[in-house]
């Protein structure tokens, strides 16, 4: 699982990387803001944390995609270090929020999930972005 969830947070990375290269993935900014507005609404019930947490969470995890652009040219062994690092790097921030053990978890869980549904987008349509409707 924690393997899983260390290529599904590099996959984001990549996905962010190429989305921003190409506009957005071929959203608006309109279209994007509103995509992040409902992830936060998920992010709170699904993790039960506040608005105000959910806007460090996805703060952590907006700097972490950050962070990872550059791994994608490092080998396989390198590029697992430097998740490893980032991951425990993030579940300290997330602790410092404060947020309990539970909540990480419900929070990791929740972008595990996120990447599993935009993998089965680009699976199922050939990559052309998606906007949940399955």
């Known amino acids: 699982m924690k393997k899983f969830l260390l290529m599904a ?24 803001a509103e995509r992040m507005k409902q992830m ?36 396989q062994e390198d590029r697992q270090k430097k998740m490893d690092e980032i991951k425990a790097e993030n579940d300290k921030k997330f602790k410092a929020i ?5 909540q990480v978890k419900a929070v990791d869980a ?5 990447m599993k549904r935009m993998m089965d987008r680009m699976k199922g349509n050939g990559g052309q972005g998606g906007n949940g409707n399955q």
């Open 40 to 75: 936060k609404t998920e992010l709170i019930a699904k993790a039960k944390i506040s608005d105000a947490e959910a806007d460090k969470v996805m703060q952590i995890q907006q700097e972490s995609r950050q962070g990872m652009r550059g791994l994608r040219d490092l080998s």
């Open 110 to 114: 929740f972008y595990e999930e996120q």
């Open 98 to 102: 404060p947020l309990t053990d539970d």
């Open 9 to 32: 947070t590099l996959f984001a990375a990549v996905a962010t990387t190429s989305a921003s290269a190409q506009g957005g993935g071929g959203m608006t900014p309109e279209q994007r």
